[in-house]
Every structure is written in structure tokens, then in C-alpha cells.
């Protein structure tokens, strides 16, 4: 099997056909938003290096690289300060198919803002912490907001459960407050990225 990417014919996996000629050369950061796409849902070392891609596909449509960069030019992406990430699931959560339907371009920031950095925190559930000393109240709850460059405590607690409801409670909180506060600084469709978001937000409550 062809290994890499083929300019002007198909990619690697037999699955994205570059059909605008010149345009690594013409525009190099449209190819590379597309190219990454179809690296994400079918490079076998994409997935076994970053588990959330398991299972994620592109649709048909966008196989083809000129739908792609028609869909592309008519969002309002110019306007997102700093890094801009294509995301598949702000929308809606969970999603595993890159579509017209369920995209958007957003911040790098608000992207990772979302991430669920489970091979970060070992076996205790996410906001939640264990002190190293024997105290009573063991388990400690912390979030990190945007801008912070440490955690901060919500509180102690002597079960891992208390802890880590407490912290889906601020988490579900943050979320809500970065959904009333969204601006095209952040998002090329503001009220679906909006919606999304307190999607999130219930989510955060109960998981």
C-alpha cells in the first residue's frame, strides 16, 4: 500500500482525491487543513497514537478536496484570533464524522478547552486529585480556566465521588459561562458553537 500523500490523484488509504491542481503550491494551509482531516479518520499510526480518532470518518462529500475548500470558503473563519482547528465535535458531542453538518472552525484554545486529557491523569477521574499526605479529607477537586497557569482547589474530600462532583459542577459552571461569552473571536458560527457548548455543559454534570 502507497504510503504518504499523492499530489493531484488519491491519498494514502485510498480514500481523499486532491482534484485542484496546483493548490499545495496556490494556497499550502487549505491543503494542509484538508490533508490533516483525512489523516485523523483513516492514518492507522493517527489512531493508535491518539485513541479519540478510533471510529472517525469523513464523508463522502469531503473526500473530494474541491468540496472541501468550497465548504471552507464560505465560512467566517478570518475573523478567529490566534490558532484556528477544524473541529468535529463542538457541535455535537461526541461525533465522529467530518461533515458540512456537524464542523466548524474555532480557536485552538476553545478546541483544547474541550479535551479530555485522560492519559493525564491516571486512574482518578478528571478534576479530581489525591493528596500525598493522610489527611481525612484525601481527595482534592480542582479546574483550570483559561489565562490560569495553575489549578485551583475547589475543595477537599474524603471520597473520590464528592470530589469529582464538585468538579463537574464548576466544569458544567465554566463551560456555560465560555458559551455566553463566545464571539466570532472564537468561532466561525457563533450560535451553533453556542448550542454545542451547553450540550457540553449537561454533559460535564453527569459524567
Not at 474541491?66 to 478567529?80: G, L
Not at 470530589?163 to 463566545?182: F, L, P, Q, S
Request: proline share 3%.
Amino acid at each position: 500500500m502507497t504510503t504518504g500523500l499523492v499530489r493531484g490523484g488519491v491519498l494514502a488509504y485510498g480514500k481523499g482525491i486532491n482534484d485542484v491542481p496546483g493548490l499545495t503550491s496556490s494556497n499550502p494551509k487549505l491543503y494542509r487543513i484538508w490533508r490533516h482531516m483525512i489523516e485523523r479518520a483513516y492514518d492507522p499510526k493517527v489512531r493508535e497514537r491518539y485513541s479519540t480518532y478510533e471510529g472517525v470518518t469523513v464523508c463522502d462529500e469531503w473526500l473530494r478536496c474541491s468540496n472541501f475548500i468550497e465548504w471552507v470558503e464560505n465560512q467566517n473563519y478570518h475573523t478567529i484570533e490566534g490558532k484556528v482547528d477544524l473541529d468535529k465535535d463542538i457541535i455535537v458531542p461526541g461525533n465522529k464524522v467530518y461533515c458540512p453538518e456537524n464542523c466548524v472552525f474555532v480557536a485552538h484554545w476553545l478546541n483544547a478547552f474541550l479535551t479530555d486529557c485522560a492519559a493525564q491523569r491516571g486512574d482518578l477521574p478528571i478534576g479530581v486529585t489525591m493528596r500525598k499526605d493522610t489527611r481525612q479529607k484525601r481527595y482534592i477537586a480542582q479546574i483550570r480556566k483559561r489565562g490560569q497557569s495553575r489549578q485551583k482547589t475547589l475543595g477537599y474530600f474524603h471520597t473520590i465521588d464528592e470530589a469529582h462532583k464538585c468538579y463537574r459542577e464548576a466544569r458544567y459552571e465554566y463551560i456555560m459561562e465560555v458559551a455566553d461569552n463566545i464571539s466570532e473571536k472564537e468561532t466561525s458560527d457563533v450560535e451553533r458553537t453556542k448550542e454545542g457548548l451547553r450540550l457540553h455543559a449537561d454533559l460535564a454534570r453527569i459524567t
